[in-house]
């Protein structure tokens, strides 16, 4: 009965569509789905409306109140449209930048923002092809704009596409205005109630004006360019998996003077169908393949790789056997915060306000390098707009040095406040120019840091369970975890218990609770044993996903020993996993 109840109420959904003013197109798809005999895609696409979240929307492409379409995408904006008028009514007028990446519909779901926003009366800066996200927050900083959106979903699968609102800091939303425009949005309950006729009176474009500008930033972050001139021959790899980086990303190499930029032609063909991975996803071995037979061909001597959006990077380095590895989210933020603050200090930049941020389920050992330097550091949620929202609120207190996270994304400047595989490219190359002048790779590099800070080692797992029957069990994994957390994790007692959803931390070795110092709760759960094992456990916010989070320190007692001391860590995380029932 239950399913009778639920295709009755999709069908007349549906109907609402066929009925209401919306396109040819999209009626004759949403005819055909109602004739079929297998409704699994009539349900799929308006058993629920696609959701706002605080980080907007992500979906797959298609009609229907649960896709990502015209029209999903104009109530968002519409609702935006109508929040940024009561925030900014003071204003004469209220101005937004909209970027897109190379996800297909990208450029149609971009116009339409502009059309929306300016049918509200509000200036629309349209940028006149792809561009990397980073490049759109940095856009509506310089343009004094009081929001902003993005059409990406990041290193989702080809089907995706999505929608990220961004403040008049360039930073994704938080506080209150999150929540806000969830609101506004919510509102809207009728395609009627959207302006899609543009003024084009209010649509300025946007192009290589803009890119010199932010390259300028860009090149602005190096750190030693003498450095870089002495060794401008370095060999870099660089692929943008078909998206938004292949033009701006060599540019920016290049305006910071490095001149042997070696593209893999495949993957220079910006498409959203990403023809040569299945995911373009720089996390992903695979997304990287064609990139490291290239180096393999050339003898490079770095490996990067941007998402769609390039707002994330991929490395590869060579080992000390001559072999080409990847190099994780976790191990690139230790290697990009380790150099940064290096240089900083050796050219007296340091002042002693200076700061760090971190996300909770990052390496510690970022943490340690901070500390030992001297310098503050932070520990925010995932999400990179609560690194943004740091420094906002310590704006002209302190100093941004950088900031990361373990999921590839990395800011080492704030002029942007969002992640920017940009600026991170070009400070990756600087490290390995660096390195090259002392006649080592990165992979040495890496080695040295755990000689001086100690050796850690990261690992992130996930469990997948779809639909409501899936996200029930998400939530009692969560729930069994909170009632009876493990009193020893690979043999190692567990001393601390943090718990973000009631920003609490059991400190079970003293016998105290002690509050958290977080701005909202989160439902994550982290556990710390005696000797510095760390797991963290969230649900994913944007896929149906249960994350565990991985962090063990095991002394490493020389160079020599590190195959050794990486194969025990390797031990440690899987009995762990085993202790976890995972």
Excluded at 191 to 199: A, R
Excluded at 258 to 281: A, H
Excluded at 284 to 292: D, F, N
Aim: aromatic content about 10%; glycine content about 8%; hydrophobic content about 35%.
């Amino acid at each position: 009965m239950q399913n009778l109840d639920l295709l009755n109420d999709v069908q007349l959904k549906a109907q609402a569509w066929l009925d209401g003013n919306y396109d040819a197109e999209t009626k004759a798809a949403i005819k055909t789905m109602l004739e079929k005999e297998d409704k699994t895609e009539l349900i799929d696409s308006f058993y629920k409306d696609l959701e706002f979240g605080t980080g907007g929307l992500r979906g797959i492409m298609g009609p229907g109140s649960n896709r990502i379409n015209i029209y999903t995408v104009g109530a968002a904006t519409q609702g935006l449209a109508n929040y940024l008028k009561k925030e900014f009514a003071s204003l004469d007028q209220i101005k937004v930048v909209i970027g897109y990446d190379c996800r297909n519909n990208s450029t149609l779901y971009g116009q339409v923002v502009a059309d929306i926003f300016s049918a509200n009366g509000i200036k629309a800066y349209l940028f006149e092809d792809l561009r990397p996200t980073p490049e759109i927050s940095y856009a509506i900083r310089q343009l004094g704009a009081q929001g902003g959106v993005i059409i990406t979903a990041s290193h989702n699968p080809k089907a995706y596409n999505g929608y990220k609102a961004y403040w008049n800091d360039g930073a994704q939303l938080t506080a209150p205005h999150d929540t806000n425009v969830i609101d506004e949005v919510n509102s809207i309950k009728s395609v009627d109630d959207i302006k899609f006729e543009g003024n084009k009176d209010l649509i300025e474009i946007l192009g290589q004006a803009m890119d010199d500008e932010f390259t300028d930033q860009v090149k602005a972050m190096v750190l030693d360019q003498e450095l870089i001139n002495r060794n401008s021959d370095l060999k870099i790899v660089y692929s943008p998996i078909h998206g938004t980086g292949v033009k701006i990303i060599p540019e920016a190499l290049k305006k910071c003077g490095f001149k042997n930029i070696i593209n893999v032609p495949e993957q220079d063909v910006v498409s959203g169908d990403f023809p040569t991975v299945i995911s373009p996803n720089p996390e992903e071995p695979a997304a990287l393949e064609m990139a490291l037979n290239k180096a393999r061909e050339t003898n490079a001597d770095i490996v990067m790789a941007s998402d769609p959006d390039s707002d994330r990077l991929g490395l590869a380095v060579k080992n000390d056997k001559g072999e080409y590895i990847l190099v994780n989210g976790n191990q690139t933020a230790t290697l990009l915060t380790w150099y940064i603050i290096k240089k900083w200090k050796e050219f007296n930049k340091l002042t002693g306000n200076e700061y760090i941020v971190k996300t909770i389920v990052t390496s510690e050992l970022i943490k340690e390098i901070a500390v030992k330097n001297g310098i503050e550091y932070f520990d925010v949620y995932t999400g990179f707009k609560w690194i943004a929202k740091v420094i906002r609120d310590l704006e002209g207190q302190k100093k941004y040095i950088c900031g990361g996270e373990e999921s590839y994304g990395f800011l080492p400047g704030d002029y942007v406040r969002d992640k920017d595989a940009v600026a991170a490219i070009t400070t990756a190359a600087e490290i390995a120019a660096w390195a090259k002048e002392q006649g080592k790779s990165l992979y040495d590099v890496l080695q040295d840091i755990y000689m001086e800070y100690g050796f850690s080692k990261e690992k992130m797992i996930y469990i997948v369970r779809e639909g409501k029957s899936g996200a029930d069990e998400i939530k009692q994994i969560m729930q069994d975890m909170r009632t009876t957390p493990p009193a020893t994790l690979a043999g190692d007692k567990v001393s601390m218990v943090k718990d973000y959803s009631t920003l609490e931390a059991n400190n079970v070795a003293e016998g105290k609770i002690e509050k958290l110092d977080f701005p909202e709760t989160s439902n994550v759960l982290q556990f710390f044993t005696e000797n510095g094992y760390k797991v963290s456990v969230r649900p994913s916010g944007t896929e149906p996903k249960i994350k565990f989070y991985f962090e063990v320190k095991v002394p490493l007692p020389s160079q020599d020993a590190f195959e050794a001391t990486n194969k025990k860590a390797d031990e440690i995380i899987e009995n762990i996993i085993k202790d976890l029932g995972i």
